[in-house]
């Protein structure tokens, strides 16, 4: 009988003697933080007095903590008296719990398991911290494989909260279980995920890297633009900047593992772009310059004065919801000095306004001169997705001109953002702009997720925010934006490019069908 068949397998794991193997970064991260919470940890690493030194740079930076306060003298003593280095991994027989955070390699993970089933007991956990290798594949060949479980931490692992508990084919539900209600112990926030190429972070994110590298192959705008869009939206770092202080090398080889992975599937596809960065040994921060050049020498935006818009004839606010309320507002204000407000026109089937019969519409994933010949309207001026509202004034926005425009319009378009709050900020014209492009292919990319079963909604959106600090998850995005709005603009993306990059995930695509027969909410 395995031990997973026996219900009491695991035992509790509170307070368990735990090893961690591997004494990097990352290992040395999870000791401290299994050593904070009570357990007596042994720290293994195959490089002879590594696990020492790795003890005592822990000591100094817990030392520094007490200097500030933010650590007492007593809790720093009796962390550091839980965690004991040992130069062999029987010395650990006794651990209940084997965290393995070394090197991202197959073939010596399988390796160290195997020796592991040699030493531990049979109820003790296997866990591995492996952040793109197969579960399934790490325990294929152990006598045991149902208590191998991933337990996936972020770096740094002592201020990161998410854990991604991932399993197997053959984990058994329990383990898992008992490594979710153990991370909770820890103070951190699991969420289960099932064993696929990128677990549940690694994947979601991979179009936030990939829109941007898509409009930077086609000469859509700078680096400073596109990331400056993407911070109005709530990031924290634009993509540039964020692959630059990840490495090019690792975030390419990371996208390259995900594609190979899924079997070259074109959603996935590495990046040109990106490509040329590392042949070059442009890397970043680290090796000095990337898509910016180290030490920081400032990202040029383009600079542009907008005096106010020209007096309008007739100004009308086309579309319903949050954003064409927050264009009504602004443009009442805009009016204000004439002493008249726009009209408002709710059946048109776009958002945005009307100024004596030129357009400036919300995204929807065309690009403006195709809007411009379907609607035999020359003067369309696009804008991007304003994610928060109200707008906060100077807020950076895309926006993109048809090719036809008149010279007046090219003026007047930008004009009228400006008087609106935004700093508007010029790309060519391509399909969805930046924003909502990556917006909508982030929420594709979770729904496929839930639809294959990696995931549950709630544990996308609790992985993306805590995981790569999003400032919303891709579901929390999708309950603000109409299903057959995202499911339309990634329509017309695909319509545009002719191929499956961008094809819509069915999970998404019900669900805009469930709406239309009232069976959504």
């Not at 677990?199 to 409009?215: D, G, H, K, S, W």
Request: proline share 7%; aromatic share 6%; hydrophobic share 50%.
């Amino acid at each position: 009988m395995s031990a997973a068949s026996d219900s009491s397998f695991p035992p509790s794991l509170q307070g368990a003697p735990l090893l961690v193997v591997g004494a990097g970064i990352m290992g040395a991260g999870i000791a401290q933080v299994a050593a904070q919470a009570g357990h007596p940890v042994w720290l293994h690493d195959a490089r002879e007095g590594a696990a020492a030194e790795a003890k005592a740079r822990l000591a100094r930076s817990l030392d520094a903590l007490v200097a500030k306060g933010r650590l007492s003298a007593e809790a720093l003593t009796q962390t550091l008296a839980r965690i004991t280095p040992v130069g062999a991994l029987a010395e650990a027989a006794g651990a209940r719990l084997v965290v393995e955070a070394i090197v991202e390699k197959l073939d010596v993970k399988r390796a160290l398991f195997r020796e592991l089933e040699g030493l531990v007991a049979p109820d003790c956990v296997l866990a591995t911290n492996t952040s793109s290798i197969s579960v399934t594949a790490i325990a294929n060949g152990l006598a045991h494989p149902e208590r191998l479980v991933g337990m996936h931490f972020f770096n740094p692992v002592p201020l990161m909260k998410l854990v991604e508990v991932v399993s197997g084919l053959q984990t058994a539900p329990a383990v898992a279980e008992a490594i979710f209600a153990l991370s909770v112990a820890w103070g951190k926030t699991p969420v289960h995920a099932k064993s696929t190429p990128g677990f549940i972070v690694n994947r979601i994110a991979r179009p936030y890297y990939a829109e941007t590298l898509a409009l930077l192959l086609e000469q859509a705008a700078t680096p400073a633009v596109l990331d400056a869009c993407l911070r109005a939206a709530g990031f924290r770092m634009g993509p540039c900047e964020l692959m630059d202080l990840i490495g090019h090398d690792t975030n390419f080889s990371v996208t390259q593992s995900v594609y190979e992975a899924n079997f070259f599937d074109k959603r996935f596809m590495p990046s040109l772009v990106q490509r040329e960065l590392v042949d070059g040994g442009l890397l970043g921060r680290k090796s000095g310059r990337g898509f910016y050049a180290y030490p920081d020498d400032g990202a040029v935006l383009p600079v542009a004065v907008h005096g106010a818009p020209d007096t309008a004839g007739a100004v009308a606010v086309h579309g319903q919801g949050p954003i064409a309320d927050a264009l009504a507002q602004a443009a009442t204000a805009a009016l204000a000095d004439q002493g008249w407000g726009p009209a408002r026109v709710t059946d048109s089937g776009w958002t945005g306004l009307e100024i004596d019969g030129a357009r400036l519409m919300l995204t929807d994933g065309r690009p403006a001169s195709q809007v411009a010949a379907e609607t035999g309207c020359r003067d369309v001026a696009l804008f991007d997705r304003p994610v928060r509202l109200p707008v906060a004034p100077g807020t950076a926005l895309a926006w993109a001109l048809a090719e036809g425009a008149s010279p007046a319009w090219r003026a007047q378009a930008p004009a009228w953002l400006a008087a609106l709050g935004f700093a508007p900020l010029p790309l060519a014209d391509v399909p969805g702009l930046v924003v909502a492009r990556t917006l909508a292919m982030l929420i594709n990319e979770a729904a496929d997720a839930v639809l294959q079963g990696v995931c549950t909604p709630e544990g996308a959106d609790a992985a993306m925010k805590l995981g790569v600090n999003y400032p919303a998850g891709p579901f929390e995005w999708l309950a603000a934006w109409r299903a057959s709005e995202v499911a339309a603009l990634l329509d017309a993306l695909d319509a545009h490019h002719r191929g499956e990059r961008y094809r819509v995930s069915p999970w998404l695509r019900r669900r805009v069908w469930a709406r239309q027969t009232g069976d959504a909410a």
